[in-house]
């Protein structure tokens, strides 16, 4: 298959949202089928995540910034790149206020709208100078959907959207009413276009189903090689624990404030504990830490290359998850993959009758605490047992069915099925 690829998010680009379409660019490319991928060359991420293609299949295009007054607000984009901007609002509710105003307005239908007239060009001149069997494209951000539809009816190439997060129907829709209204219509007539529908759990693929399109549940996973060959690094002391969390803190949805009450219930107990947080957007943690009083067993960094990220949790005894507070089921992050691949136990806080609440318990992949007391209990049977065994772990047989290659090899059998027999 000759496959255009279209994700505005791509390695070497260091973010959650590349991982996914780089490392499907990958595996196509290893099945032998011809892809070309259209990017972004100037995303506001930092740089650190591996490209697993070669070059000359690549095409980056520049999008001008529409949050290029915020980003200098927040200290410029270099700054926000390994931070967010959640150091700027969580100082000031009206700024916060300012933020939420500035996206409803301008955000259409994502910050990334800057990049949707260059990726188009660009995208006309590979589809005149080549011949494709389909458009893939692979959102958030939801921008990309524009292109890929757009492309599809000018050259009438089967294309398919990928949906690694909801659009109005997603769990952290954030905008008024009246926008949502607008959005839907949009929605519908971008996906109704599309020859398949791709997401990531069957809730959200339940969820998707009204587009009247084949829906197709595509997993996300681990990568077996991203860790092959590494050695069992050596353990903290027996008597504390080293806690690991990498990504971003979403405020309102992760309960950083039962995680940080807990840690001050254990460390009166007489616990040792080091929490390690590393990654974009971590303001709200490091504020309810200051408010238990345990900020100094915290050590928070900006964002790290992947393979750095991967190295850390790897090094720790407990890899800290939060589960999303709310009813949604279906969300099933990358992070959770990645937990899973690394082979440390997980501990997830929030509510334990969630499905991926219960992937993990039932799986033997970690545990689940929602109080501040289940918090500190967990805490003191981990810390005893790693006292016993010396090094926390989860075994590999627990951890086989979380693979991407598995789901990617079910993709491709999928999109085989959209060409002419």
């Avoid at 967990?378 to 810390?383: E, F, S, Y």
């Avoid at 989860?394 to 290659?405: C, G, I, L, N, S």
Wanted: glycine share 8%.
């Amino acid at each position: 298959m000759r496959i255009l690829l279209i994700s505005y998010c791509f390695p070497p680009f260091n973010s959650i949202g590349a991982i996914r379409p780089g490392k499907l660019a990958s595996y196509l490319v290893s099945r032998g089928h011809d892809v070309r991928v259209l990017t972004c060359s100037n995303q506001p991420f930092p740089l650190g995540l591996p490209v697993e293609v070669e070059p000359g299949r690549i095409t980056a295009v520049v999008g001008w910034s529409i949050n290029a007054p915020a980003e200098w607000l927040a200290g410029g984009r270099e700054l926000v790149a390994r931070e967010g901007f959640a150091r700027l609002t969580a100082t000031s509710k009206r700024m916060g206020r300012l933020a939420r105003w500035y996206r409803t307005l301008l955000h259409w239908p994502d910050a990334q709208v800057g990049w949707v007239r260059s990726a188009r060009r660009a995208g006309l001149t590979l589809m005149h100078s080549e011949r494709f069997d389909l458009i893939y494209v692979s959102a958030a951000p939801l921008s990309a959907l524009r292109v890929g539809a757009r492309l599809s009816s000018e050259f009438d190439v089967p294309w398919v959207a990928e949906l690694r997060d909801l659009w109005t129907d997603n769990h952290a829709y954030a905008y008024p009413a009246w926008r949502r209204a607008i959005e839907r219509a949009w929605e519908s007539r971008l996906l109704g276009s599309a020859a398949a529908i791709v997401t990531v759990s069957a809730p959200l693929a339940a969820k998707l189903s009204h587009h009247g399109r084949p829906v197709w549940e595509i997993r996300n996973g681990y990568d077996p090689e991203d860790t092959a060959g590494w050695s069992t690094p050596e353990s903290t002391a027996p008597d504390e624990l080293r806690v690991v969390y990498t990504g971003s803190v979403y405020p309102g949805h992760h309960d950083t404030e039962t995680f940080c009450a807990g840690i001050a219930r254990f460390s009166a107990l007489g616990g040792r504990i080091r929490v390690v947080a590393v990654g974009r957007d971590l303001a709200a943690l490091a504020a309810s830490a200051v408010r238990h009083n345990v900020s100094h067993l915290f050590e928070i960094q900006p964002t790290i290359p992947r393979l750095e990220a991967l190295k850390l949790q790897h090094s720790a005894d407990l890899l800290l998850m939060f589960l999303w507070q709310g009813s949604e089921e279906g969300i099933y992050t990358t992070k959770f993959f990645e937990y899973a691949g690394v082979g440390q136990p997980m501990m997830a806080i929030g509510s334990a009758t969630g499905d991926v609440a219960r992937w993990i318990e039932q799986s033997e992949l970690g545990s689940v605490a929602s109080t501040d007391v289940e918090v500190a209990k967990a805490l003191v049977l981990w810390q005893t047992r790693k006292g016993s065994t010396g090094k926390l772990s989860v075994p590999a047989r627990k951890r086989e069915d979380f693979t991407r290659q598995t789901q990617f090899a079910r993709l491709e059998l999928l999109l085989r099925s959209l060409l002419p027999s």
